[in-house]
């Protein structure tokens, strides 16, 4: 077990400084050729409910985490403030929620997700388990339910959007595959195009982003480069592990609300 431990820590220096930036790359796919930055899974998770998940109905969700031998995890550590992150969003990517299951012990979490429509979901849960690295696991759900129309996935020609009274700017210093990426949001109001700078920190950080890939194979949950910034600026590096589309979200907090600011990218 010593022997197990040292070996992690010493993947853990290596990923990290192999790696200056926040990005957390998970993908569902276990040949994928990113070694260098896939960070080594050390547990199998298991998702069940209690029921047959429906739409506006309410089930437990079950994640259970397991040792790779089987055994209960039952120590995580913080990450932003939370034990576990669970990202839910549709096949067709219309659809985000982020949530933070509540640990019941024995590495069992559970939560009452909201499935809007029928249809199909994948679930994403990062954490990590106390002495490892961050693990990030999928699973890939059907939901029982009237469906929602299929909503196709479109880049945006233009990078801004207006949201809960405020203007969001997105922009890349370049957008490419397999290097990094800096990411720049610039808050301002809508109506004054103020910059906006009285940010809150939501869960310890100016802001929180998580890229999905147009297939939900690649996941990427990204923190800030200034996270005690509060605003108008929020600045993400990341890399994009492969070409094409991908939906990502972005998360901030202002007078106690949290807001979420999508954008649709074409990586070529
Ligand atoms: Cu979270």
Redesign the pocket.
Known sequence: MKYLLLILSFFTVIGLSGCESKTHVGSTHQNMNHETKEKKDTTQVSFSFNGTPESNNKVDLNIQVNSLKGKPVDQFELE?E?LM?LIIVSKDLSFFD?L?PQYKGKGLFTVIPNFPNGGEYKLFTDFIPKGSDKNVKSKLVKVTGQPAGPVSLIPDKVLTKVIDGKEITLKFDKLATDQEVKMTYTIKDAKTKKEINDLQPY?GAVG?VVAISGDTNTYLHVHPMNEKSSGPVAEFMTSFPKKGLYKIWGQFKQNGNVFIVPFIVDVP
């Open positions: 932003h939370k992150h982020h933070h869960l929180h």
